[in-house]
């Protein structure tokens, strides 16, 4: 038998945080994965999987021989949507990495490995630490903070049918803001992980507006009219983008049962298939 890892779906940016916030989900990728004598098998899947990349790529960071291994992945996380299912793979085959070399489980060194791959910390954090996260990564040193997210919300996700490539999403953004709208999102940020404790849900609707990432990348989702209407019409306290998208996120009140059931009903008309997810925050 071999080992098991699970590694959970992550949202990312919460509206203003781009590159900075995410949230653990209760959704996951597992896999077992065992050294293997097939050598050519290890290599076949280095080309295009990425938790063999992860896993490749760990041992050449620390100098080690590489063991050839072989994942069976069981994925419940949706692929390009949004919901950190390539964080999930990315860490999955660096904890395997770091069990197989027999390396300290440090949380921080795998976070830096994770995003030296990723190239932004905001899903692979949540990935490795659970919970909400604030993360920066500045010249090879991770620094962290947790957010308490109030017991008062829930999150509804709300899956589209089609992908949106995170690389595609990235180019999309502009190069440079204006000064104003970096001012926008620094008082928004700074409202919402004050207001995920608090438990403030008027602070929280203002503090999910973001001028850095949403407003280019709605442009890349059909029905996107519909679908901000259905929300507007609907108690979500807010919502937002889940990293990249297509994935939209929905902070709903905890004890709020009707809005689910109206969304439902509401996406049911679009001509795009919605999937409507309530999702736990996994807290490790
Ligand atoms: N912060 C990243 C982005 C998350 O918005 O592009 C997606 O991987």
């Not at 976070?111 to 659970?130: C, M, Q, R, Y």
């Not at 949403?214 to 901000?228: A, N, T």
């Amino acid at each position: 038998r071999g080992k098991r890892i699970a590694v959970p779906a992550t949202s990312a940016n919460l509206g203003p945080g781009f590159d900075a916030l995410g949230l653990a989900l209760g959704l996951y990728n597992t896999c077992e994965f065992r050294p293997s004598n097939d050598k050519e098998i290890f290599e076949e899947n280095l080309k295009e999987n990425l938790i063999y990349q992860a896993y490749k790529y760990s041992f050449d960071f620390y100098k080690e021989k590489q063991v050839p291994v072989s994942f069976d992945l069981e994925a419940d996380i949706p692929v390009s949507r949004g919901l950190g299912s390539s964080a999930a793979c990315i860490v999955m085959g660096i904890m395997a990495a770091f069990d197989i070399m027999g390396r300290d489980f440090d949380k921080k060194e795998i976070l830096k490995i994770a995003t030296s791959i990723e190239g932004h910390p905001d899903n692979v954090a949540p990935a490795i630490f659970g919970g909400a996260v604030v993360s920066i990564l500045e010249n090879n040193q991770v620094y962290l903070e947790k957010i308490a997210i109030s017991d008062k919300f829930k999150f509804l996700a709300l899956i589209p049918d089609f992908r949106l490539s995170t690389k595609e999403a990235r180019g999309a953004l502009p190069e440079t803001y204006p000064k104003a709208d970096a001012v926008f999102n620094i008082s928004r940020v700074a409202m919402l992980v004050l207001a995920l404790e608090s438990g403030d849900e008027n602070n929280l609707k203002i503090a999910l507006q973001d001028k850095i990432h949403q407003p280019c990348r709605f442009k890349l989702i059909p029905e996107i009219g519909k679908i901000e209407e259905i929300i507007r019409d609907s108690r979500a306290l807010g919502s937002y983008l889940s990293g990249a998208g297509s994935t939209i996120m929905l902070v709903l009140k905890k004890d709020d049962q009707i809005s689910e059931k109206e969304i439902r009903e509401k996406l049911g008309k679009l001509s795009k298939t919605y999937d409507l997810k309530a999702l736990e925050i996994d807290k490790k």
